[in-house]
């Protein structure tokens, strides 16, 4: 999507790494004042826990839009998708459909989802990816194939630091993976602040994921 930005209002719409607008180079689109587009609310969120947490648990107390936007000297800006669908991983963007293209063609495997948490000292972090399938006996197996590919398919940046093996993965009931909501809970958020149990397929799957973070946290 290309269209065109004034230049006054380019502090309003990007930030890169260091919070400021990056000319000539993907960064977050945000919005640090109103905008006549911006919903107020979401329903069923009577308190705005949820719209918070949608849109400005990132960058608080600024609109976060979730898409990469690049702007250029002639004005012009181009949208080029989902920032919450691309991993930040050292400095190097990685596809989440990447990984799924490979794990998923795993015998044994159904469906997965990749998470990565960042480093605040720009490390490269931890990527988590959770898969679904796989017999118990068949676990070492899928875990060390999946590895394989995944390395010599894409990178050794693609190979998770964490392959956990769940009996599902929570689902909105159009079928979208949770990505973000997933996230934010590895990150500390009570599960039902950052989506509607209404809204899911199989709302135990998300109490999964909750427990596998308690469990880890324990270890730790």
């Known amino acids: 999507m290309t269209t065109a930005t004034p230049a006054t209002t380019r502090g309003e ?21 109103p905008m ?13 826990v949820r719209l918070r947490a949608a849109y400005y648990d990132q960058n608080p107390g600024v609109w ?4 990469w936007i690049c702007l250029y000297e002639d004005g012009a800006s181009i949208i080029s998708g989902r920032s919450d669908s691309t991993l930040n991983r050292g400095g190097v963007r990685l596809g989440t459909s990447d990984f799924y293209s490979v794990a998923e063609d795993v015998p044994g495997v159904t ?16 990527l988590i990816l959770f898969v679904v399938g796989p017999r118990a006996a068949d ?10 590919r995944l390395r010599s398919e894409l990178s050794p940046r693609h190979v998770p ?3 956990i093996v769940l009996s599902a993965l929570p689902r909105t009931l159009s079928g979208k993976k949770l990505e973000t909501p997933i996230k934010r809970i590895l990150q500390g958020a009570p599960a039902d602040s950052v989506v509607s149990r209404d809204s ?4 135990d799957a998300l109490d999964a994921i909750a427990r596998w973070r308690s469990l880890e946290r324990e270890d730790s």
């Open 13 to 33: 719409l990007l930030w890169g790494r260091d919070r400021r607008p990056a000319e000539g180079d993907p960064g977050e689109l945000v919005v640090t004042t």
């Open 36 to 48: 006549p587009s911006m919903p107020v609310a979401l329903a069923g969120d009577a308190d705005g």
């Open 64 to 67: 976060t839009h979730g898409d």
């Open 111 to 126: 469906d997965s989802l990749a998470v990565h948490l960042e480093d605040p000292a720009g490390g490269p972090g931890r």
């Open 139 to 148: 676990e070492e197996r899928v875990r060390t194939e999946i590895r394989r």
């Open 161 to 163: 630091d964490d392959l």
């Open 200 to 203: 899911l397929i199989d709302p």
